[in-house]
């Protein structure tokens, strides 16, 4: 069965940092480009930022720039996103997915997760 799980999310304060995983079973994730992606109450999802399959390339969403970090780890089939200096407009569900390429826009998407839950509230 093959699946992606995200982990990681919860309520946080302004100004705080969470750190989401998204871990791979019944595939090699080192074999895909990963995104992140998110998506807000009525509002579109998103992508926020991206990885190459050998963490060669990044990518991120300018509003995220500077405040999130992608990684990844294929010995542990995971890939991470840190993000420090939550706001309150970064509120969403977010989503990894396996890619055919590192791409925030247009890349084809062969797996969704199933989303982890991100509040930013004081």
């Known amino acids: 069965h093959l699946q992606l799980v995200e982990s990681g999310g919860g309520l946080v304060q302004p100004g705080g940092s969470l750190r989401l995983s998204c871990a791979a079973s019944?595939?090699?994730?080192?074999?895909?480009?990963i995104g992140w992606f998110r998506q807000a109450p009525g509002k579109e999802r998103e992508g926020v930022s991206c990885?190459?399959?050998?963490?060669?390339?990044?990518d991120y969403v300018d509003s995220v720039k500077g405040r999130f970090t992608i990684s990844r780890d294929n010995d542990k089939n995971t890939v991470y996103l840190q993000m420090d200096s939550l706001k309150p407009e970064d509120t969403a569900v977010y989503y990894c997915a396996a890619l055919g390429r590192c791409a925030i826009v247009g890349a084809r998407v062969d797996y969704w997760g199933q989303g982890t839950q991100v509040t930013v509230s004081s």
């Open positions: 990885i190459s399959s050998n963490g060669g390339r990044t």
């Open positions: 019944g595939f090699i994730l080192d074999y895909y480009a």
